[in-house]
Each structure stands twice: as C-alpha cells, then as structure tokens.
C-alpha cells in the first residue's frame, strides 16, 4: 500500500502531500507501472531543489533501495549499476580501487538515475562535460511496461531526451557510466583572491584553462569598487608524491570525518542580510593566496559533512538560482543579477560560481560553453517571487537559462524562451507517454507536460 509523506526538493520549499511507494526491484517497479492507470514521477533521494521529484494528484515512485552494483569492468573502467546506486556508494567501493566519478555535484547523495535525469555537473565540465557524456547507455522503462535499451546508437531520440530530461521520459533502471583512473584521492588547489567581478573574470579567463577544476566563491554581499570579489580555487589531481606523509602508503585513501548533523529547523530570522554579510566577510579574509592539498571530501562535497543543512534556513525554507551565461554576455548579466539581489534586499549565504565547457548532452541539459552562478536566497513569499521574474528577464536578455534541477519559481513563458529544444523533447515525449502519465509538480509550472 502507498504511503502519504510530505515531500518538497532540497530547500525545502513548497511542500506537498503525495502518495509514495517504495519499489526494491525493477519486477516490482514494471508491475506497478503495468497495473497502475495513475500518475507518476520517480525519486532518488532528494536532492533536486524544486518540485521535479513531486507529483501531488498522482504517485511518488522512490528508487533508492534499487542500489545493486551489476558489472564492473576493471580494465576500462565501465560500471553498470541499478539506478538507485548513489554517488556516494560508487565512491566507496571504486575510489580504494583506483576509479572515481567522471564528475560530480557538490552533494555525493544523489542517485545515478538523478544524476542522468538532470545531467549534473562539477567543477571540470570546462574540461570534461556533464554527467551525460559519461553514460554509455540505459535500460529505461516506459509508462506502458516496454523496457528499451537507449544509447547514443540505439533509441538516440530518447537518450537525449532522458539526459537533462528530469525523469520525464521513463524511469531508468540500469545504467552504464565510465569512471576515470586515479592515483590518489587529493586535489592540489590554488587559491585567488580577486578583488572584483572584473577581476574574477579575468583570472578565470587567464588561469581556468590551466587546471581540470575551477570554481569560485562570490561575495555577493559587497557593493561598489569590491561587487564581485571572489575566491577562486583552480585545482588538479595530486599525484602520488604529492600526498601528505601519513598516506603515502594509502594514497587512495581518507580518514572519515565525524559528519555534523542539524538536528531541528533554525528560526528564519537566523540567515538575514546581516548575519551573511559577516559570514561573507570572513569567508573572503580568512581565504589568502595560497596552494593547499585538500582531500576529496572536502574538495568536492564540502556541505555533506553538515548533514540536514538546509535545515540553517528554516521552516521557510529557500530556493537555489542558478543561471548559465555565453561567454559574450555572462560578465554584464551576472553584474546585472548582483545588482538586482542587492537592490531587492536580498543576500545570498552561499554563491557558487564555475566556468562551462561546450557540448550539451541532452535537449533539456543546461550547460554548454560559458559561466554559471549559483545563489541561494531565502523564501520571503511575494518577495522572492518578484525577484526571480525580475532576475529571470536579465537571463533571458542575456540568452541564458536555468537549471531545471534547482528551478522552483520560472514560469513557463520564461523557460519556454530559454529552452528553444523544449518542442522536439515535448514530440519524444508525447510519442512513448501519450496520456501524459509521467508528470511531476515541475512539468506541470512550466508546461512541459500538458494534462489532458
């Protein structure tokens, strides 16, 4: 029997009462989806920000305990797994063997279903793409039981649709992915200050190209000559002989940290403009030029080990806003968005800011060649809401886009302008889902799905 939980994205924002089920096979999941007329939409385990993994009038389909490891090559590196296989376990059982992700998001929690569903990124998609590049192929079970095998030779109409396609085509029940070789599990990171956005530009400019990591941390508290100012790490792979002295012997290893866990919900009042402005201000003094081997963990998933963070923002809750920018428009837009938070009375606590390579994998995937920034901003109801639409107008002046795995307030004119390919995914879709089952809260904001 379904389950009634209230569910909402990462930030907490928006919850609704949904019918869920938790499926441990993929028998029991095409039995479902065989015998039952409802709606749905699959979930991993969360971590999207918005409403893409919700479905109020229907079914809720959880696929975490999906997590067998089915074929590993340790040659080449390919795995094929269940869907419900998450970051963090592929991280444990390969990194000691000497593979890690091809790439990653800044949480480990997130399913490889998820992971191609939203096409996720890291901090090398300059040099090395999203998520989606590395998947070899899937086996994606459609609303009418037919299981299909898609893969850039095979079924390519839907393969690019389900990649980006936040799990509006099908739910995926295995995938195949390649892990990169490494021979240690550090980064040797260079930090910069820059004293500005202009700055923060022209070093990634300059540097970025040099280094297989790049990502920045922006100020977007500070006004005037110091709007912008930033710490940029620029980061590559260490190399055995660079490793600390206590593992030396076990280069591919790492102490686990004692993970910190927020217990109840903070009062809203404790992220204000106030309290982020003093943490910006540390954050940027406490950071100096200066070179550092950091291990994996806190290179790349620097939030996991406060568990339950988005819990600091409330019962409010908050949204992430993260918006992709060409190269020719991204430093005037960006100067623009900043400009907009600061005029509205808004203060970001984190801001997250990276440079993208070309290529996009999906016809909904979100990145290609230019600049992403990531805020997070607090929910103030009408207030929020004025300040996206605002903020989604600079995007769109500026041919950018939104990334659907953070997106909770677009509407669908907008996002419609900022996804031109949104007709040809909507013809894949309407093709293999005729009666619109596969649905989610996000689909129906944007009308990405129609209802009929």
């Not at 903020?391 to 909770?408: F, M, Q, S």
Request: proline share 4%; with cysteine; glycine share 8%.
């Amino acid at each position: 029997m379904p389950s009634i939980e209230n569910l909402s994205g990462w930030g907490n924002y928006d919850q609704r009462k949904c019918l869920t089920k938790y499926l441990n096979s993929s028998s029991a999941l095409r039995h479902w989806v065989t015998s039952n007329g409802d709606s749905f939409i699959a979930r991993g385990f969360g971590r999207s920000y918005g409403d893409a993994a919700i479905n109020s009038t229907g079914h809720v389909l959880h696929q975490c305990y999906r997590n067998r490891f089915l074929v590993f090559d340790e040659a080449s590196g390919k795995l094929i797994c269940e869907a419900g296989v998450s970051l963090a376990d592929i991280i444990s059982v390969f990194l000691p063997r000497g593979w890690f992700l091809p790439t990653t998001p800044g949480t480990k929690f997130v399913s490889v279903g998820g992971a191609i569903a939203a096409d996720v990124h890291g901090k090398n998609h300059h040099v090395d793409g999203s998520w989606g590049k590395f998947v070899q192929s899937f086996e994606l079970l459609l609303p009418n039981g037919e299981v299909k095998h898609c893969s850039r030779i095979q079924n390519q109409d839907l393969f690019r649709s389900t990649i980006g396609g936040m799990g509006l085509t099908g739910i995926i029940l295995t995938a195949e992915i390649q892990l990169i070789p490494v021979k240690t599990a550090w980064v040797k990171v260079d930090y910069k200050r820059t004293k500005d956005l202009n700055d923060t530009f022209a070093i990634f400019a300059k540097d970025a190209a040099k280094y297989r990591y790049s990502v920045a941390w922006i100020d977007c508290v500070s006004k005037g000559k110091s709007m912008g100012r930033s710490v940029c790490m620029f980061g590559n792979d260490a190399d055995k002989k660079e490793v600390p002295n206590l593992y030396r012997q076990t280069p591919l290893s790492v102490t686990p940290k004692r993970n910190k866990t927020v217990l109840f919900d903070f009062p809203n009042w404790v992220l204000n403009p106030l309290s982020t402005k003093v943490f910006n201000f540390l954050y940027y003094a406490g950071n100096k030029n200066c070179t550092k081997l950091v291990d994996y963990d806190s290179f790349f998933y620097p939030l996991d080990s406060i568990l339950n963070w988005n819990r600091i923002y409330g019962t409010r809750g908050f949204v992430q806003y993260q918006a992709f920018l060409p190269p020719k428009n991204a430093e005037k837009g960006y100067r623009k968005i900043l400009e907009q938070i600061t005029k509205a009375g808004f203060a970001s606590f984190l801001a997250v800011f990276k440079s993208c390579g070309s290529g996009r994998e999906g016809l909904l995937s979100f990145l290609d060649e230019g600049y992403t920034l990531a805020l997070d901003l607090p929910n103030t109801g009408e207030n929020l809401q004025a300040l996206s639409r605002e903020l989604d107008k600079i995007v769109i002046e500026n041919e950018g886009r939104l990334y659907l795995a953070k997106d909770a307030l677009t509407d669908s004119t907008s996002f419609a302008q900022m996804y031109p390919q949104l007709p040809e995914f909507k013809l894949v879709k309407a093709k293999i889902d005729p009666r619109q089952q596969i649905i989610s809260e996000q689909a129906r904001r944007l009308k990405i799905v129609e209802e009929k």
